[in-house]
């Protein structure tokens, strides 16, 4: 780039309160690139339309999609294509979709409703034990037993089919 192209800006006080070029615009750094807003709102916009926005709110970080019903997508490399790994859909409420498996560790647990009360989980002896209300109700477990342990009063409704 011809040097009477580039812009220099040094000094502690240096500001450009804005640039605009009909090109791409690149940011070249040595060091870290370092975005500081005071208003606590980074705006991303394609021909002036807010798209989306990092923000800081109560020490929150909240990544934003701005337009209405648009998804926020999490994308990666995956041995040469791309892949979408994770998307939150905006017009269902942010429901997360995941291309593939969701893996918690052992003995993590999948919390349902708002609440601690109701969850599955999975223990360090390969049972997955489901809770209602804080207490096991059902538990499948992985030995040479075969059985599922169902706990309190168990209604089962339709055909009930067992071989031995």
Do not use: C
């Amino acid at each position: 780039m011809p040097s009477w192209k580039k812009l220099i800006i040094s000094g502690s006080d240096a500001a450009i309160p804005s640039v605009s070029t009909a090109a791409d615009f690149t940011i070249d750094a040595g060091g870290d690139i370092v975005l500081d807003a005071d208003g606590t709102d980074i705006v991303l916009k394609d021909g002036g339309t807010s798209f989306g926005s990092f923000k800081r709110a109560s020490s929150d970080f909240i990544i934003k999609a701005e337009t209405q019903d648009k998804d926020i997508l999490l994308k990666g490399n995956d041995g040469g294509a791309t892949i979408t790994a994770l998307q939150l859909d905006m017009s269902d409420a942010g429901s997360a979709i995941f291309n593939n498996n969701l893996t918690l560790s052992v003995a993590k647990k999948l919390y349902f409703g708002g609440s601690n009360h109701t969850y599955i989980s999975e223990d360090i002896d390969d049972r997955l034990r489901f809770f209602t209300g804080g207490s096991e109700f059902m538990r499948f477990t992985e030995d040479t037993s075969d059985q599922i342990n169902l706990y309190k009063d168990t209604i089962i409704t339709g055909d009930l089919n067992t071989s031995g």
